[in-house]
């Protein structure tokens, strides 16, 4: 995944995306390390392999209108490597080989997405009896920060700043011939309003 996409260096985006990831392992079922970096993509998506290493597209980042919205999506799939999904599958030999793991955190394979990924319905309700058994009522709970949308803000002035250096953008240009001066007719001679035209020249016979 690294040498396909390229991972952010930004040390206070990678450092903050990784606390919020090793916030919910640490609260999770999760029996292994995990390694979260941050990929430069625009696709809004976050997909975590077995073995613990995680990847948060930045489109997810800057699509995300609060902290808690973030840390939903990073929570569902560390739930995955929770509960073993992937390597679940691959021992049932449900898999054609290995390297096709990346393939379920991708958006494919939809007949094992069914299995994973419940209907809205039905996991919602499944979440709010888990809710009321495991967390303990507050009087307000902590869905948004100032660091989030810090982050967010740093990660679009990047984006934007990038943009407006990559020397790849199409320019327009003036062509050759078009300004004063034309080799056709000598700039005293040229009207304001003729600087800018084009000269025709009749090509010899």
Known sequence: MERQSRVIDDSV????????????????????????????????????LPGGFFF?????????????????????????????????????????????????FMGGWAGYAFS?????????????AEIQKILVAKPDYVVDTSEFHDVKGRLAMMHSRRSAEDPGRPQLRRAPGSGRGTIDSPAGNQKPDEADRPTLKRRDQ
Do not use: C
Request: negative net charge.
């Open 13 to 48: 985006i990678a450092e903050y995306v990784n606390r919020i990831g090793q916030n919910i392992v640490r609260n999770s079922d999760a029996k292994v390390p995990f390694t979260i970096k941050v990929l430069d993509t625009d696709e809004v998506n976050a997909f975590a």
């Open 56 to 104: 948060v597209n930045t489109g997810l980042v800057l699509k995300a209108d609060s902290e808690s919205e973030l840390a939903g999506v990073m929570a569902h799939e560390i739930a995955h490597v929770a509960a073993r999904h992937g390597t679940k599958q691959a021992t049932r030999g449900e898999m054609l080989n290995i390297a096709s793991i990346p393939l379920i």
């Open 116 to 128: 994973t990924h419940p209907m809205t319905a039905d996991w919602i309700k499944a979440a709010q």
